[in-house]
């Protein structure tokens, strides 16, 4: 039986979701007019004003606002509510440019773990569990959030932050955690790291794994829930909209929910900014009509995915988001090409290979090279040079016919590729160096 920490507003209606945002949104955008002067200009600027925005139908005739925007306006530019108001920030690491620092009054911090609250319970989560929490703590919303989910559940939290991998090995033996929370790519190294330690799949007392804040394959998916035997959720968020519980998964893990009570989801064209109907790849955009210290109004979140209204058998009606395939600014273009790193990744993966790998780009001779280095995995290590040579010809026509382009394949022994306890490195692009 599917259990919800919300249930109903997790499954309220679609008139009453409408209705909801209606009256939401009507309110922040006048909260924003009255406190933020910076996104007041840009309104001003498109010739809107609080009297135009009667229902969500209004939202295009609403400014977006970016990364730029961000940058201009730091550290106190769009913050809505005085800083007395305030409780809390959370940042970014701010790896692109300048960080982004998120504010947040009490009520914020609430609704946040609210969402948080949901993807636990979406997972199977209950006051019974034990609750592990490997995502980072401190600036990075990961640790934070799902910490404050974990504790309105209910669960017994262990927050461990990340790192000390074999650390985090012995609390989930000691404590018998059963749930984990952490980024898919030190998912994948806690699970290696449990193998080596002769730990199968029914050794593990972990049911269930909620992990986000990178893009990561469905096939990815499979090989974790083998290796730790649990079924693995995907959670979505970003800094700027609060962090984890954005929109997660449930059950059917088709798709994740966004918890549209708080955020408004649109898709756009990245180019023309026109908004694409549902069922259409874009950028997704998002409003939160409920956050008061940092009410992002129309947000570019440069991350490409598909929206979907159909039913979902778990019985929720918010809206899905299918994983998103990567960041617009994540895109390769190579000789002309769009590339992502996650179809990629779905080759490897296809070929048997974990997700333990990095993409060199270059540009030699007036042309982009493309060179992936793959690690073998223990059991197909081989030192046989004509074995090797094989394998990577394999990979270069899988990766031909994915990507339309030549990648030149390096097969390089298990272990040599640096392991991240948080978001993976997967790219240098050696152009823009
Ligand atoms: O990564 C918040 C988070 C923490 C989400 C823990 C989930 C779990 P930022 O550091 O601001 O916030 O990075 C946000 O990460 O725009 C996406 O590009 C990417 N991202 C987050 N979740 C997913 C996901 C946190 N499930 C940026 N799949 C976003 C793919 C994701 N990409």
Partial sequence: MEKYFQESIECASRDEIIAIQNEKLVKQV???????????????????????????DDLHKLPFLSKKDLREAYPYGLVGKPLKDCVRIQSTSGTTGKRVVAFYTQH???????????AIVAAGGSKEDVCQISYGYGLFTGGPGLNGGSHKVGCLTVPTSSGNTDRQIMFIQDLQATIICCTPSYAAFLGERMKEMGYGPDDIPLKAGIFGAEAWSEEMRQDIQKTMGIKAYDIY???????????????????????????????????TEEVLPEGSQGELV?????????????????????????????????????????????????????????????VLLNHGYAANYQIIVDRKNNSDTLDVQVEMTPEMFTDNVGEIAEN???????????????????????????????KAVRVIDKRKI
């Fill in 30 to 56: 006048r909260h924003v007019w009255d406190n933020v002067p910076y996104y007041r200009k840009k309104m001003e600027a498109k010739g809107v004003t609080p009297d135009d925005i009667k229902s969500i």
């Fill in 108 to 118: 914020d911090i609430d609704l946040w773990e609210d969402c948080c609250a949901r």
């Fill in 237 to 271: 968020g970003l800094t700027e909209l609060s962090g984890p519980g954005v929109a997660f998964e449930c059950s059917a893990q088709k798709g994740m929910h966004i918890n549209e009570d708080h955020f408004i989801a649109e898709i756009i064209d990245p180019e």
């Fill in 286 to 346: 998002f409003t939160a009509i409920d956050k008061e210290a940092f009410p992002m109004i129309r947000y570019r979140t440069r991350d490409i995915c598909k929206l979907t209204r159909e039913k979902c058998s778990c019985g929720r009606t918010h809206v899905r988001m299918a994983k998103p395939m990567g960041r617009s600014d994540d895109m390769l273009i190579i000789r002309g090409v769009n590339v992502f790193p996650s179809q990629i990744e779905t």
């Fill in 392 to 422: 990577q010809k394999q990979l270069v026509d899988g990766l031909k016919s994915m990507l339309g382009i030549k990648a030149n394949v390096t097969l390089v022994a298990p272990k040599s590729i640096a392991r991240s306890e948080g």
